[in-house]
């Protein structure tokens, strides 16, 4: 069975793991995705392994004392 196109991410793990599937499902590399928008490989791999930063955290911190529901879908 094939993963979901979409997710609702409840931390810094769920996010990584879904930018991940979609990555790989596209056939794209950590490197090459890094390369396009400018940033490194190290943060797209500690993305996508959930490495907690503050940014992200702070991120659900906010979702989670608005009550906000975050849906992430990939699209075709």
Do not use: H, K
């Amino acid at each position: 069975m094939d993963d979901p196109l979409w997710t609702r991410p409840r931390n810094p793990t769920d996010l990584g793991r879904f930018v991940s599937r979609v990555r790989r499902r596209r056939g794209v590399t950590q490197a090459s995705l890094a390369t396009e928008l400018g940033i490194t490989r190290q943060y797209v791999s500690e993305l996508e392994n959930g490495v907690d930063n503050l940014y992200v955290q702070r991120l659900f911190e906010i979702f989670d004392e608005l009550d906000i529901d975050v849906r992430l879908e990939e699209r075709a």
